[in-house]
């Protein structure tokens, strides 16, 4: 099962469990790999940047990706498999397609700045994989400070049959997916998958505007996928009044630093994975900052009977 630019649906992207003393906790692997097809997905996405994958050594990143890979065999796993040098990125591209991953995520590193350069890197990156494995082009420039804009992607995906994906989450990007979409139309870019991130702080109206999912983290990823199905079927109203409610906690969920913590601590009171715990480095959550989690979780319980978690 290879990824191809007809990708749609959810695509969550995991975190990576792990015990109190930093090893990696390959039963929450299982578990949380059956909650998300439980909760709906279509794919899975791992070693993203929300995975903690530069926290891992490659035998271990290895060893992740291929337990999910075998715990969700009737749906498509994207592997994150950016790094710094191409030699590491090949290895683990091929040992990850090998497990029976269905393609790779590529995001560009922070050095980049002119077009030229992101263009060429993403050309290199992409002989480097080999032209039969499909990859995910990703676009963070809150994060990782390369800016693609819309003509650059067109430009990656002229070059680059195998970018089959375009991971979203530039912000503001809901007018860089209305001219993504509109450059398939006039015939100037081949048509592509669009899958966004950024939390699914914008997924209402990334929906609207095009997208064909999310491929994102967020402590409630049934709801997510409620959101995508609800917008494909035109329930408009339904879908907003659903992500409204949730709103709140989203935004608290992408505080820059503390954002994983409260992810994986919400991931925990739901059942998903046994332990909140991060690999060091990491900062954990405040008794305060959870006194806050919890409120926001009775708040979103009102609306959403699955934030009904009862005390802590």
């Not at 914008?202 to 199905?229: C, H, I, K, N, S």
């Not at 329930?235 to 935004?251: G, K, M, N, V």
Request: glycine fraction near 10%; proline fraction near 6%; include cysteine.
């Amino acid at each position: 099962m290879l990824l191809d630019n007809t990708a749609q649906g959810l695509y969550p992207i995991a975190p990576t469990p792990f015990f109190t003393d930093g090893r990696i906790d390959f039963d929450s692997i299982d578990g949380l790999t059956d909650f998300y097809l439980g909760a709906g997905a279509t794919g899975l996405t791992v070693l993203g940047i929300m995975g903690e994958a530069p926290k891992l050594e490659q035998s271990e990143a290895i060893a992740v990706a291929t337990r999910f890979i075998q715990r969700a065999p009737g749906i498509p796993v994207v592997v994150g498999v950016s790094s710094p040098g191409f030699a590491a990125m090949t290895s683990l591209t091929r040992a990850a397609m090998d497990a029976g991953a269905a393609g790779v995520m590529i995001a560009p590193p922070p050095s980049l700045r002119t077009d030229d350069q992101i263009v060429t890197y993403f050309k290199q990156a992409a002989e480097a994989i080999g032209p039969a494995v499909p990859w995910v082009l990703q676009d963070y420039p809150l994060t990782l400070t390369v800016v693609m804009t819309p003509g650059v992607i067109r430009r990656i995906m002229g070059e680059n049959p195998s970018c089959v994906m375009l991971k979203h989450e530039d912000w503001p990007g809901l007018e860089k997916i209305s001219a993504l979409r509109g450059f398939t139309r006039d015939g100037s870019m081949r048509a592509i998958s669009i899958l966004c991130g950024n939390g699914g702080l914008f997924l209402d109206f990334e929906m609207e505007r095009g997208a064909d999912g999310a491929m994102t983290g967020y402590a409630f990823p049934d709801m997510l996928a409620d959101v995508v199905r609800m917008q494909k079927a035109g329930e408009r109203d339904a879908a907003h009044d659903l992500f409204d409610a949730h709103l709140p906690l989203l935004r608290y969920e992408q505080q820059q630093g503390v954002g994983l913590a409260v992810r994986k601590y919400v991931m925990m009171r739901r059942g998903m994975i046994a332990s909140d715990a991060q690999r060091k480095p990491g900062a954990g959550l405040t008794a305060l900052a959870k006194q806050e989690v919890e409120y926001l979780l009775t708040r979103v319980g009102r609306v959403d009977s699955r934030a009904r978690l009862g005390k802590a």
